[in-house]
């Protein structure tokens, strides 16, 4: 008797095994079809089948064990199954990126990426993968890493794809989402329009002033200081402030008293959470509705958040982003959204100032370990900026040909976002083919700035600081008179060309992306760091502390979606 209730057990339990696998089934194809935030569905997806399997063994006593130990198998056979089904299909010939290689342990989840993000050396991990596996890797389930710059164009481009759930993921919600995470492509456009005014040639001629401003007051700021200066924080405090002149019309004193409150330390605590976040976007969002989760971004979101609600009430006092933003530059048409202006002020910030600090961080690094290169640099400014001439003019711009190759070329070396926001083939469409790389519906391309930078096949001597190139490919500089890299030298007049072949793929720099999703703020970045540079140059001569070993930039220089960098010490003297 016994042993016949025992087999009526057992098979019962087979029953609900089989019935609990074939649930988890379904749950993966209700998961790949409903791929997006659909947190009901998805709670229902993983929480109900086992339930409903605990609820009816317990029912029929199967088992005979407490509610809580039945629960417990049940869940663990049904999230088991449903965890080696989904990695089964994803490590199988029948996934459609089974085709391109990449570490394995990658196409089983995106959390193993995700986790390699947290050690902020995601670019020179990319780059290493891209050494062993080629042009195309696979680095997670539906994700690849592309190194060819041919598909530059046809991703980023004018006719390129939408952006992928990334940008979602980093903010923690789906909803109210800053211009950067909006993924139709029609939206998207129409969203941005504000910001090209705001940020187009006129636009940027009525900001000189406010940037100016506080130009000259980091001038001062530097003056005052003794011993050794971190010339990296001054740059976040000048951008942190000009940034929040443009987006807040103030509110923001860094330079004058410091960051009392912790606030860049919360900033760069905040983009460490958000990269890993924007890697596994549905995680975000989900988190985002749990009180207390990821603290540190949304620290630095309701800050911003605040900011934006006091801009909105006080009104415009000058013409800055935020006039244009909330439409005040067009009288007959209403402003947006107040959620559309919270999140967007939110964007200026994050946007402008962590990259443009990093890029003028990067430019002084470049200059004071290369001082031929800063000999030239001095050059230029002095011609065009002597000592009784304002800084802050833009009217030489245009002429500052070896500051600008400079700028290009630290962008180059230690672009300000390394690894750039992915782009996805959505989900209804059919599958693409780029240059003979396949793209199915539902893929995440990622095009890292600094793998493509750093490869010889676009820029000779990938790795050095070497700002003559930019002039010699726009046809300014002969490479036969030009300064050579530090180690190389010229062949003697007469003597022929230097011993190797010129390499230069402009197609392949994008530091401020391309296409129609590229960077709106690049003018006033390049505005803004040009101006800087004169102003630092004009009045000071730098050179870095004893016995800081310079080798740390590179090694430090860590990739947080913005790029985290050393502090930078340096000693300041006066010119005059
Ligand atoms: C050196 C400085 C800067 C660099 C290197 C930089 C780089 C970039 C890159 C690479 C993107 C594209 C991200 C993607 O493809 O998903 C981007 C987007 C954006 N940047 Fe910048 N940026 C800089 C400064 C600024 C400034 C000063 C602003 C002004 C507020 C700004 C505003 C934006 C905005 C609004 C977007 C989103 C564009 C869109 O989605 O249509 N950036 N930036």
Request: proline fraction near 7%; hydrophobic fraction near 40%; charged fraction near 20%.
């Amino acid at each position: 008797m016994q042993s016949i209730s025992w087999r009526n057990t057992s098979s019962s339990w087979e029953t609900l095994v089989w019935a609990l696998s074939i649930s988890a089934l379904a749950g993966h194809q209700i998961m790949r079809k409903y791929d997006g935030f659909f947190l009901k569905l998805h709670a229902s997806v993983v929480l109900l089948p086992p339930a409903v399997a605990a609820w009816y063994a317990m029912s029929l006593q199967i088992g005979q064990m407490s509610l809580v130990s039945t629960m417990a198998l049940c869940y663990a056979i049904y999230l088991g199954a449903l965890c080696t089904t989904v990695v089964a299909y994803r490590l199988s010939p029948f996934h459609p990126l089974y085709r391109y290689p990449g570490p394995f342990w990658c196409r089983t989840s995106m959390f193993v990426h995700a986790v390699r993000t947290t050690t902020g050396k995601q670019m020179t991990y990319l780059k290493a993968l891209h050494e062993r596996y080629g042009d195309v890797v696979r680095i997670g389930p539906n994700a690849i890493s592309v190194r060819d710059a041919s598909l530059v164009g046809p991703v980023l481009g004018p006719s390129g794809l939408p952006k992928s759930a990334f940008f979602t993921g980093t903010v923690l919600t789906e909803s109210n989402i800053h211009l950067s995470g909006i993924r139709d492509l029609e939206e998207h456009a129409i969203r941005r329009r504000p910001w090209v005014r705001g940020l187009a040639p006129p636009a940027l001629r009525e900001y000189e002033q406010i940037g100016a401003a506080r130009i000259y007051q980091l001038v001062n700021r530097l003056a005052e200081q003794k011993g050794v200066v971190i010339l990296g924080q001054w740059f976040n405090y000048l951008a942190y402030d000009f940034m929040s002149d443009m987006a807040f019309g103030g509110g923001s004193e860094l330079m004058r008293d410091g960051d009392q409150t912790g606030l860049w330390t919360t900033l760069e605590k905040g983009t460490a959470t958000a990269l890993f976040m924007g890697q596994v976007p549905w995680l975000g969002v989900y988190l985002g509705h749990i009180p207390g989760a990821a603290r540190a971004v949304n620290e630095f979101l309701e800050y911003s958040r605040e900011q934006a609600m006091k801009r909105l009430a006080r009104g415009s006092i000058t013409r800055d982003l935020f006039h244009y933003l909330a439409n005040e530059d067009l009288p007959k048409k209403d402003p947006p959204p107040t959620a559309q202006l919270r999140s967007d002020g939110l964007l200026v910030i994050l946007a402008g100032s962590d990259t443009t600090s990093s890029g003028l961080t990067s430019v002084f690094y470049g200059l004071m370990t290369d001082p031929s290169a800063y000999a030239c640099l001095q050059q230029e400014v002095d011609r065009f900026y002597p000592p009784d001439e304002d800084v802050c003019t833009t009217k030489h711009h245009r002429d500052l040909h070896y500051v600008t190759a400079v700028i290009n070329e630290s962008l180059r070396l230690f672009p300000p976002t390394p690894t750039n926001s992915s782009r996805e083939v959505p989900h209804n469409s059919k599958s693409l083919i780029y240059n003979n790389v396949l793209l199915p519906p539902g893929t995440l391309i990622h095009i890292p700035h600094y793998v493509l930078h750093r490869d010889p096949r676009n820029f000779v001597f990938p790795d050095t600081f070497w700002p003559e190139r930019w002039l010699i490919a726009s046809g300014q500089l002969e490479l036969e008179s030009a300064r050579l890299p530090h180690g190389l030298t010229q062949p003697p007049p007469g003597h022929g060309k230097p011993k190797f072949e010129f390499v230069h793929n402009d197609a392949a720099f994008i530091p401020f992306s391309i296409g129609p999703m590229n960077c709106p703020g690049k003018g006033l970045a390049m505005q803004q760091m040009r101006m800087v540079i004169c102003a630092l140059v004009q009045r000071f001569r730098f050179r870095l502390q004893e016995g800081w070993d310079s080798r740390r930039y590179e090694e430090d220089f860590k990739d947080y979606f913005t790029a985290n960098r050393p502090d930078l010490p340096v000693h300041i003297e006066p010119r005059y």
